[in-house]
T-cell receptor
Framework: DQQVKQNSPSLSVQEGRISILNCDYT??????FLWYKKYPAEGPTFLIS?????DKNEDGRFTVFLNKSAKHLSLHIVPSQPGDSAVYFC?????????????FGKGTLLTVNP | KAGVTQTPRYLIKTRGQQVTLSCSPI?????VSWYQQTPGQGLQFLFE???????NKGNFPGRFSGRQFSNSRSEMNVSTLELGDSALYLC???????????FGSGTRLTVV
């Protein structure tokens, strides 16, 4: 039972354009969402997060949008740079459940072409 | 400040053996979590520790165990290794009750 789904295993965009990575979740108890970036041979690096009380959070080139009714979130990267090429993981948590656990999607490989 | 340190980085073991992996969290971080990453399943939660207490455990068999020491360092142990245990094992630490986990680089375990 996959509670967090990233339906696109890969995405390729041109440098300077927008990258949009999508994530869907099924567990209505999830109320905190995070995006991580992972390079090969390294651990995931935290990018940006959003609480369910918001529908948007921005940090520089990265913006996360949350649509609670659709149980959908997306990460926008503008403008995309070759150094953004990595695997991006969406993760979700039930902060009220005190279970101290992140549920991850399987990741999307983003390739930004020069 | 130093990040999350995992040792060893790479490990090759034989089926049936046991293995112990180590994790040193960021100084001041008292919560330590472990995740297994495999190509087919992504990152799967193993367990989380805080102040030497396991607060949550994922859906893994009893062969997977862990512990946390008073200095917040953590170890995980896998007994009776199976080929399917080959994976990247990631440790993450965070401040109390925070989901802003910082991950280590992982230990790549290969079971032959």
């Amino acid at each position: 039972d996959q509670q967090v789904k990233q339906n696109s295993p890969s995405l390729s965009v041109q440098e300077g354009r927008i990258s949009i990575l999508n994530c869907d979740y099924t567990n209505s108890m999830f109320d905190y969402f995070l995006w991580y970036k992972k390079y090969p041979a390294e651990g995931p690096t935290f990018l940006i997060s959003i609480s369910s009380i918001k529908d948007k959070n921005e940090d520089g080139r990265f913006t996360v949008f949350l649509n609670k009714s659709a149980k959908h979130l997306s990460l926008h990267i503008v403008p995309s740079q070759p150094g953004d090429s990595a695997v991006y993981f969406c993760a979700a948590a039930d902060s009220g459940g005190s279970n101290y656990k992140l549920t991850f999607g399987k990741g999307t490989l983003l390739t930004v072409n020069p | 400040k130093a990040g999350v340190t995992q040792t060893p980085r790479y490990l090759i073991k034989t089926r049936g053996q046991q293995v112990t992996l180590s994790c040193s969290p960021i100084s001041g971080h008292r919560s330590v979590s472990w995740y297994q990453q495999t190509p087919g399943q992504g990152l799967q939660f193993l367990f989380e520790y805080f102040s030497e207490t396991q607060r949550n455990k994922g859906n893994f068999p009893g062969r997977f165990s862990g512990r946390q020491f008073s200095n917040s360092r953590s170890e995980m142990n896998v007994s009776t290794l199976e080929l399917g245990d080959s994976a990247l094992y990631l440790c993450a630490s965070s401040l109390q009750d925070s989901y802003g986990y910082t991950f280590g680089s992982g230990t790549r375990l290969t079971v032959v």
